[in-house]
């Protein structure tokens, strides 16, 4: 059964420090996520982002530190239970990758056939989440036809496929043009409403204006509470 | 080249390698038939030379006695006009049979199944039935033929065995690249947190069914190719004949060769996907 641990936080890192073979690209990490909670990590190029993207997925472990996702220590998780929780996450890579022979539906439907569904019982869930992305026409097109922008919502919909308790976005925005950008924000948006926790990793934060969200910016490995004003030289002076 | 294209070319392949690897298993049982015909023409007969019989009804009653052996198939007192036709055979000049003193031999044919000490069995046969007789058959001549024919049944059995492990490297191998080709969907499949045990569960099992049907398509065909062979070459035998009198042996190219073809599939397949999963989850 998928729980929320009782504080209501799906994710909580206390001083985390990660890294990949070399130095800790993340450090001293404070982060904190609730269920239908949205999170807006900005920061600029290479400040550790995907990093933070890459820990919530349960594919970068901690070094130091306290890190729980759904309540779960993910430093000491056992392989069988990591790939447990895994499924509860959805992620939007910043590239998103499909299988370019296949349909958009055929696409948006691999994490329920891994799920082991049978076609029947998922076709209709997955033309309702095309539509929720404003795909429903292209159910049948090669996703190799695909515009950026388009492979983009098809991403959404296939992370959101598999109702995850914790949606993962790594840069939503990247490609593409103001309003596509803005309606892909808004589209994350509107996942917490149904009680999941979103992360949206950004360095176009102004897009997140007018969105309910908890901001944090990052910088050279360092994350930190945004209140608001967006101005972080003096945070990490 | 598109996925669906690919596919069709490792379907082929396989169903190929199937074929070759069938046709070498039931090439390998054909062998075993011939060695086995062979070496019972060359051993499967003998010569008994009944001692203390002088009568030609005592000749009658060893030949009876004889016959009902249980290695013996037929049994024919080697008459003097039988005995006069053979030795004109053999010495070319004419031998007429009232030159010939009685023989008191008894020319014996062992049945097919016959074990290749027939001869030694018989001889203690008859002297538990107290029939005094020697039974002579040429030693070293039926140690070759039962040598050659093993040695023959051998090497039909390691050329088979051979060719079936080529035909699984191909096999492995086919299905391992039509994997490789498959990197967008394993790392998609990682994108989605599938653990590589969990991609390469569900690339193998692809492949596995693929390795399957091409098995059926190759074996099937090989199975075929043999129906055809020994009906042109016994036309008097019916579809059913051959059938109900395949040993069970026989089947086993034909049923265990889709069966390995799965599992080779599955096999390189996973290992490929194993490490495309672990290309595709590296994270720096």
Same mark, same amino acid.
């Given at each position: ?237 | ?103 008191? !031999? ?50 039909? !059995? ?6 079936? !492990? ?119």
């Amino acid at each position: 059964m998928n729980t929320v641990p009782r504080d209501g936080l799906i994710v909580r890192f206390e001083g985390v420090w990660a890294g990949y073979d070399g130095p800790d690209v993340l450090e001293d990490m404070e982060f904190e996520l609730a269920a239908g909670e949205l999170a807006i990590v900005s920061g600029p190029t290479a400040a550790g982002k995907t990093s933070l993207i890459h820990m919530l997925r349960l594919a970068l472990p901690p070094r130091a530190g306290h890190a729980t996702v759904f309540g779960e220590d993910i430093g000491r998780l056992p392989e069988v239970r990591r790939a447990k929780l895994k499924r509860r996450i959805g992620y939007i890579a910043e590239e998103p990758v499909f299988v370019e022979d296949w349909t958009t539906f055929e696409n948006v439907a691999l994490p329920l056939k891994m799920a082991n569904r049978r076609p029947g019982d998922y076709a209709d869930d997955v033309r309702d989440l095309l539509a929720f992305v404003g795909m429903a026409e292209a159910e049948e097109e090669l996703t190799r036809r695909l515009s950026f922008a388009e492979r983009r919502r098809i991403a959404i919909a296939r992370a959101l496929a598999g109702k995850p308790d914790l949606l993962l976005a790594d840069e939503p925005a990247a490609g593409q043009s103001p309003e596509g950008a803005l309606r892909t924000f808004r589209l994350l948006a509107e996942i917490c409403r149904v009680g999941a926790g979103v992360v949206i990793a950004t360095q176009s934060e102004h897009l997140a204006e007018g969105l309910d969200a908890t901001h944090w910016h990052i910088h050279r490995g360092r994350i930190a509470r945004d209140d608001g004003a967006y101005e972080h030289a003096e945070t990490y002076s | 080249m598109t996925e669906n294209a690919r596919a069709r070319w490792v379907f082929w392949a396989i169903a190929a390698a199937c074929f070759a690897a069938a046709a070498a298993g039931l090439l390998a049982r054909a062998a075993h038939y011939m060695a086995d015909r062979w070496a019972h023409e060359a051993t499967g007969v003998a010569i008994v030379r009944v001692l203390a019989s002088d009568s030609p009804e005592q000749l009658a009653q060893a030949e009876l006695v004889i016959a009902a052996a249980p290695p013996v198939a037929r049994a024919d007192i080697v008459t003097a006009e039988r005995a006069a036709a053979l030795l004109e055979d053999w010495g070319g000049g004419e031998v007429r049979a009232a030159d010939l003193p009685p023989l008191r !031999l008894v020319e014996v044919e062992f049945d097919v199944d016959a074990p290749p000490d027939s001869p030694q069995r018989l001889e203690a046969y008859l002297a538990r039935r107290g029939l005094a007789a020697e039974v002579i058959a040429p030693a070293d001549v039926t140690t070759l033929a039962t040598r050659s024919a093993q040695t023959m049944r051998r090497a039909a !059995l390691a050329g088979a065995a051979f060719l079936a !492990l080529m035909m699984a490297a191909i096999i492995v191998l086919s299905a391992r690249a039509l994997a490789l080709r498959q990197t967008q969907l394993i790392t998609a499949l990682a994108d989605l947190g599938a653990t590589g045990a969990g991609a390469a569960r569900n690339v193998g099992d692809e492949a596995a069914s693929l390795g399957l049907w091409a098995g059926i398509a190759g074996a099937g065909a090989a199975a075929l190719a043999a129906f055809g062979g020994i009906y042109v070459t016994q036309p008097s035998a019916g579809v059913l004949d051959i059938v109900l009198g395949a040993h069970w042996l026989d089947w086993i190219p034909i049923i265990a060769t889709p069966l390995a073809a799965a599992a080779l599939a599955a096999l390189g397949a996973r290992s490929a996907a194993s490490a495309l999963h672990a290309r595709a989850a590296r994270l720096a």
